[in-house]
C-alpha cells in the first residue's frame, strides 16, 4: 500500500496568515492526489483534485503544488471558516489510502 | 448539485450484520463510479469499497473483503454496502463518494454524504 504522510499534525495560525501543509507519498503518484477539508461532524469537502485544481466552489485562497512524491496545500489569507482538518488521498492506485490529516486551528 | 444520502447504520453486536443504503438525488447516479469509505473515531479516513457505473466490477479493501459487499440498483438511484460478520474494528462513520475521472488527473470524490455512523459493540 502507498503510505501518505502530511506534516505538520497540527497547525495554528492567525486570520490573514499563508499556511502550508505537505503531504508526501511512499511511491511515486505522479498527479493523482486531491485535497479535502474536514470540519467536525461533517463529511470531507473536495477543495483540489489532480495535484492543482480547484475544485468549482472552493475558494480561490486554496491552491496546491507538487508531483511526484512531494505534495503541497496553501491557503493564502487565512479566514475564520478555514478552521478544520485538512487530508490528502493519492488515486494513483488501490488501496487509495489518505494521509492522517492535519488540524488547522485559527488563533 | 447531486446529494447523497446515507442510512441504515446503528450499534450491531460482534458477527452480525447491516446494510447500509446512499440515496441519490438525481438520476445521473447511474453515469459514476460509486465509493464506500470510512472513518474510525479520532482516526483517518479509509477506502472501503467500490463500484462501477453499471454494476459489473468491483472492489474492497482487504481489510472487508469476504465480509462486505458493494452492489447498487441504478433504477432506485441507490448505493448498498451489505456488512456482514462486523467486528469491533469496523466501528466507523461510513460514508458514500461519487467518483469522476480523468485520464491524466485520477480520480477524485465529490459530493460525499453526511455520514452514517456504525457501531459494533456487545
Known amino acids: 500500500d502507498i503510505q501518505m504522510t502530511q506534516s505538520p499534525s497540527s497547525l495554528s495560525a492567525s486570520v490573514g496568515d499563508r499556511v502550508t501543509i505537505t503531504c508526501r507519498a511512499s511511491?511515486?503518484?505522479?498527479?493523482?492526489l486531491n485535497w479535502y477539508q474536514q470540519k467536525p461532524g461533517e463529511a470531507p469537502n473536495l477543495l483540489i483534485y489532480g495535484a492543482y485544481n480547484l475544485q468549482s466552489g472552493a475558494p480561490s485562497r486554496f491552491s496546491g503544488s507538487g508531483s511526484g512524491t512531494d505534495f503541497t496545500l496553501t491557503i493564502n489569507s487565512l479566514q475564520p471558516e478555514d478552521s478544520a482538518t485538512y487530508s490528502c488521498?493519492?488515486?494513483?492506485?488501490?488501496?487509495?489510502?489518505f494521509g492522517q490529516g492535519t488540524k488547522l486551528e485559527i488563533k | 448539485q447531486v446529494q447523497l444520502v446515507e442510512s441504515g447504520g446503528g450499534v450491531v453486536q460482534p458477527g452480525r450484520s447491516l446494510r447500509l443504503s446512499c440515496v441519490a438525488s438525481e438520476s445521473t447516479f447511474r453515469n459514476y463510479a460509486m465509493f464506500w469509505f470510512r472513518q474510525a473515531p479520532g482516526k483517518g479516513l479509509e477506502w472501503v469499497a467500490q463500484?462501477?457505473?453499471?454494476?459489473?466490477?468491483?472492489n474492497r479493501a482487504d481489510s472487508v473483503k469476504g465480509r462486505f459487499t458493494i452492489s447498487r440498483d441504478n433504477s432506485k438511484n441507490t448505493l448498498y454496502l451489505q456488512m456482514n460478520s462486523l467486528r469491533p474494528e469496523d466501528t466507523a462513520v461510513y460514508y458514500c463518494?461519487?467518483?469522476?475521472?480523468?485520464?491524466?488527473?485520477?480520480?477524485?470524490?465529490?459530493?460525499w454524504g453526511q455520514g452514517t455512523p456504525v457501531t459494533v459493540s456487545s
Open positions: 463500484i462501477a457505473h453499471d454494476g459489473n466490477s468491483e
Open positions: 511511491q511515486s503518484i505522479t498527479n493523482f
Open positions: 488521498q493519492q488515486s494513483y492506485t488501490t488501496p487509495y489510502t
Open positions: 463518494a461519487r467518483c469522476f475521472y480523468m485520464a491524466g488527473v485520477g480520480r477524485w470524490f465529490d459530493p
